[in-house]
Every structure is written in C-alpha cells, then in structure tokens.
C-alpha cells in the first residue's frame, strides 16, 4: 500500500490553513533585507511589505540546498513513506529544483536500504499560487487514494496547461528584480502606463499596458478572458490590494461566468520581492 508525502517550497504561497488541513510539507526558503535575516513565512506577508517598503535594497533570498533535501528525505523515509513529492519553484528562477534532485542522487547512493522509496521532483515552471493550487489538488488526492503515478501524471500535465499574468501597480520593484527593463519603468512611471505581464519557464514579457490605475483591473480581465477555454480553471491572488483582487475576481465571475478556484494565497517573500506587493495576479489552468 502507498504512503504519499507531499512537499513544496514557501513561494506556492497557500495560506497556514490549507498547509495544516492538507497535511502539507512547506519548506521555507531565507530571506535578508538590510541586517536582518529570517524565513519566508516566519512573518506575515504584511510584515514583510513593510520592511521592503523600508529598505532600498532587494531582499536576498537564499535557494533550499542539497543538506536540506537530503535530511527531508531520510524524515519521510525513516516513517516508512513509499512515495514523496517535492514540487519546486520555477527552476528557471531558482536553483532550489536543481538542488532536489542532486540530493535525491546522493541519498540514494548513501542509502541504498531505502531505494524502494520513490522521490518524485515536479519543476512547477511558475511562481506562487500557480502551483500552489494544483498542491492543494495534489494532496487532496491523497487523502482520495489516488495512486502517486496518477498524481504525477496529473501535476505535469496542469503545469504544461497554466499561464500566469500579473498586473503591477507599482513599477520599482519589478525595475529592481529586472522583470521590466529600466527604460519601460521610466517610461511607464513618467507617462502613468502599468504593464499587464505574462510569466512562465524562462519567458518574462509584457502582454499589455494600460493608463492609469482605474483601468487596471479591466486589462487584466480582458487579457485573462482572451485565454481562457470554456473548461479551464482560474485563480485570482495578490498581495496587499485585496480591494483590487476582489474586484478584479468578481468581474471575471460576472464575465467567464464561474468563480475563480476557492482558495486563499497571498503573495509571500520569495515572490512579492520581484512582482512588488502592489499587485494583482491571475493563474489559468487551460
């Protein structure tokens, strides 16, 4: 019989809640803004849009490394799990899936009593709720009894399917982390534009632009309407705007006529430091 473990890094982003209702292994990644260092999800995401607000300098985040996995792996193992799941921030982004599976080779190379016990590495290829959703699903079906190979299939195949598109009402941070040219910044604070972005695998590109923040929301909905497909699924989050996340999640309601998925995220520091917390995001699932 299958004993199946699922585990993530702190940038899916779910809420404290459905990681303690599912059962969720979250691994926090370190952050160090000015002299002070701690973990991701330690504070509240708000704390932390404080101290970015605070200091001038981009937080640093370290990447979970090689010791890490390799001591989460012989946890699970030792409580006798046949299969566990790590699924990681974009590896494009990060080398923290890159590391995964350097450990995965050395634990069994050290371990080889435990070469039964299926580690199974998924590079969601995204940020935040993009995979932290599909989580969500992936331990659920745990808890259904669906077998691992199933809920493999299922996480390659949703991660090949989404898109993601952030909106940014504030530009200097994604001018810092690089996400926007210098030049677009400057343009778009100088003329008021907000850029609607498409994030993915290794493509960061500006799909729209939109005067003025009154306007925001309805680009993004236009955008995110356009690529829809009748059956796909859709999460709205963000960050310290929940007024714009609550309007921009009604208006897609009203106009693709399904709510977006029923779960909470918000942006926490692993990713916030780059989209900047005055942001609004949609994941499709096509």
Not at 205 to 220: E, H, M, Y
């Amino acid at each position: 019989m299958e004993k199946i473990k699922i585990i993530t890094d702190s940038a899916c982003d779910m809420s404290r809640e459905d990681e303690i209702k599912y059962g969720i292994d979250i691994m926090c990644f370190p952050i160090t803004i000015g002299n002070e260092s701690f973990y991701d999800r330690d504070i509240t995401p708000q704390e932390y849009y404080k101290k970015m607000d605070e200091h001038e300098e981009m937080p640093v985040h370290s990447q979970l490394n090689v010791v890490q996995f390799g001591e989460k792996y012989m946890e699970y193992a030792a409580l006798g799990y046949t299969d566990i799941f790590f699924v990681s921030i974009n590896s494009y982004g990060s080398a923290t899936y890159s590391n995964a599976v350097r450990a995965r080779e050395i634990f069994y190379d050290e371990h080889p009593e435990y070469k039964d016990m299926k580690i199974r590495l998924v590079d969601s290829l995204s940020y935040s709720a993009v995979y932290g959703y599909p989580v969500i699903r992936a331990a659920q079906m745990v808890e259904q009894g669906v077998s691992a190979d199933e809920i493999e299939k299922y996480l390659l195949d949703v991660f090949s399917r989404a898109e993601v598109y952030l909106a940014c009402y504030t530009l200097k941070y994604c001018k810092r982390s690089g996400r926007i040219s210098t030049m677009t910044a400057f343009a778009g604070e100088l003329l008021g534009f907000k850029p609607i972005i498409y994030l993915g695998g290794d493509t960061t590109k500006t799909v729209a632009k939109v005067r003025g923040d009154a306007n925001v929301v309805a680009k993004l909905a236009d955008v995110v309407c356009e690529r829809m497909t009748p059956d796909a699924e859709y999460c709205v989050f963000g960050a310290r705007l929940p007024e714009k996340r609550d309007e921009l999640a009604k208006l897609l309601t009203k106009r693709l006529g399904k709510p977006p998925v029923p779960y909470e995220f918000t942006l926490g520091g692993a990713v916030a430091s780059n989209a900047g917390p005055d942001s609004v995001v949609v994941a499709i699932y096509k």
